[in-house]
């Protein structure tokens, strides 16, 4: 069966430090996969999306960044984080042909 | 484009209370999916129901029932004879088309449901 895992599940990190949260999935070949991002408030915004190896589609981030180096790996990266950036990040996954979308646990992050 | 409105940002009802939990859509697409998320304490998405646009029939599973209608851009949710574990933020979505690959969420409503 499939499954999917990001790390790591809290951070806290200060202004200005980098980021990385990885997301993998085991199971299966070829998923679409996706970032998303909960503010308080503010419900479940897409900030990026993949349907292959190194092909990334971004919808929102100015200082975000992902990248997908293996058809099962998904990283969200920052080089300089700001205090707008803490929230709750959820990986999910989706295969090619049906619908509906697969989270991990997520990660919370806190920028202080 | 498309737009999730989730306009019910909270509710609470009392235990074994009926409950809706509106969810309207906005798409130029003439194929698209739509889907209702469980939230629960513990932060993880359980995916609750997938609907195609094809497809205008009401769907019930247990105590949970969805109406769609395509006349008015509405996909609610309602749970019958709510119990507090039903207590839970729940997130209308809304795909285009699967080529697209894109899932847009509502805000959410977070359902108390108090003893």
């Known amino acids: 069966s499939q499954t999917i895992h990001q790390w790591p599940a809290t951070l806290v990190q200060p202004v200005g430090s980098p980021l990385s949260l990885e997301c993998t999935v085991e199971g299966t070949s070829n998923p679409n996969l996706y970032w998303y991002r909960q503010a308080a408030g503010r419900g479940l915004q897409l900030l990026f999306y993949?349907?292959?190896?190194?092909?990334i589609s971004s919808e929102v981030p100015q200082n975000l960044s992902a990248s997908r180096p293996q058809d099962r790996q998904f990283i969200l990266s920052s080089k300089k984080l700001l205090l707008s950036d803490s929230g709750f990040y959820l990986c999910?996954?989706?295969?090619?042909?049906?619908?509906?979308?697969?989270f991990g646990e997520g990660s919370r992050l806190t920028v202080l | 484009a498309q737009k999730v409105t989730q306009a019910q940002t909270e509710i609470s009802v009392v235990e074994k209370e009926d409950v809706t939990l509106d969810c309207v859509y906005e798409t130029r697409d003439t194929t698209y999916y739509l889907f209702w998320y469980k939230q629960p304490p513990s932060g993880e998405l359980v995916f609750l129901i997938r609907r195609n646009s094809f497809d205008e029939q009401n769907e019930i599973s247990g105590r949970y029932s969805w109406n769609f209608q395509k006349s008015t851009s509405s996909f609610n949710f309602t749970i019958t004879a709510s119990q507090v574990v039903d207590s839970a933020v729940y997130f209308c979505a809304l795909s285009e088309h699967l080529r697209d690959d894109k899932i847009i969420f509502g805000k959410g409503t977070r359902l108390h449901i108090l003893p």
């Open positions: 999910a996954w989706r295969p090619a042909n049906t619908g509906e979308l697969f």
């Open positions: 993949s349907v292959g190896i190194g092909q």
